[in-house]
């Protein structure tokens, strides 16, 4: 056995389309649909940011922003949600909004702990850095505290949902990033 648990979920999931060209486009489009505490890892064409999103507000670490144009791919999650976006054209995103706990469509998933790469090391009661020896590092919105962890890594919850073709043969049909934690399942 791989050690993989499926599990099920009542789950429902709708396109999006946007048009986000600014930081304020950006974070009234985020503020319209996460209201509670959540993540965002955006990949854009020269880096990747993680942040936080609360009291309405997207934050990076060093409080750096960036021009939507520059967004090929954008995840904001939390434990119930994701909002998936990516760039079709330059301020066009097209995406889509998973919701978990609501609708009445019973998915099927399969969750999976991710490690990610670097070794994190706290910088403040926020942040933790994942470093490299190489010189890699990117800074993450989570208190890894070692003394109380038997981990020496961080990693990325991801949901991954399952479904059938017109076969009956099982896939995945979506997946989403739930939450970080330490370690991996």
Known sequence: MNGLKLANIKS?????????????????????????KSYAVVYLDYKVLIGKINEKNLKFYNDEVFDPKFIVKMRVFNEEKELLLWRRDEYKFEGRMRLDNEGDNIQYFVEVDQVLWGNPKSINNEWTVLKEARGTEIYIPYLYKP???????????????????????????????????????
Not at 25 to 30: A, E, F, P, T
Not at 158 to 184: H, K, L, W
């Open 147 to 185: 003394e109380y962890s038997s981990s020496k890594r961080l990693a990325i919850r991801t949901r991954n949902y399952v479904g059938y073709n017109e076969i009956g043969q099982a896939g995945y049909t979506d997946c989403r990033f739930v939450s970080f934690c330490e370690g991996g399942k």
């Open 12 to 36: 429902t999931s709708k396109p999006m389309e946007l048009n986000i060209a600014s930081w304020q486009d950006l974070q009234k489009n985020i503020n319209e649909n996460f209201k509670e």
